[in-house]
């Protein structure tokens, strides 16, 4: 992801801004491949390419209660269904459900501004 987004800082310059906020002991929790990668891509390609003066988008990542919170944010509303398949999405779904068991999700909401995709999941 890290990778990603230098990339994608060089192609947008100053429209791109990112936010990362990492809790302690996160390191240590396997998240589903391409989860939070897949979450990124859409921020940028729906948040910052859609936006002709860019945006921030955020990253942060959590636990409490035995759950993993991580959540993508970038400033904006979401997209109408237009030219989206929302394929991503529902990979990212699935892959999270397959590797996390039923009480994972991944939901994705607009409120005070900001687009937020959260990833939820028992830590054990």
């Not at 859409?42 to 990253?59: D, F």
């Amino acid at each position: 992801m890290q990778s990603y987004l230098a990339i994608e800082k060089i192609r947008f310059e100053e429209r791109l801004c990112v936010a990362i906020d990492i809790a302690g002991g996160m390191d240590s929790v396997a998240i589903p491949p391409m989860a939070v990668q897949t979450l990124v891509e859409n921020a940028v390609k729906y948040g910052v390419e859609q936006s002709s003066v860019g945006t921030e988008i955020r990253i942060s990542a959590s636990h409490a209660n035995g759950r993993a919170l991580i959540e993508v944010a970038n400033r904006g509303a979401l997209a109408k269904l237009g030219n989206s398949t929302r394929v991503g999405l529902a990979n990212a779904r699935k892959r999270l459900l397959h590797a996390k068991g039923g009480s994972a999700s991944l939901d994705l909401v607009e409120r005070d501004g900001w687009v937020r995709a959260s990833l939820t999941f028992p830590l054990s």
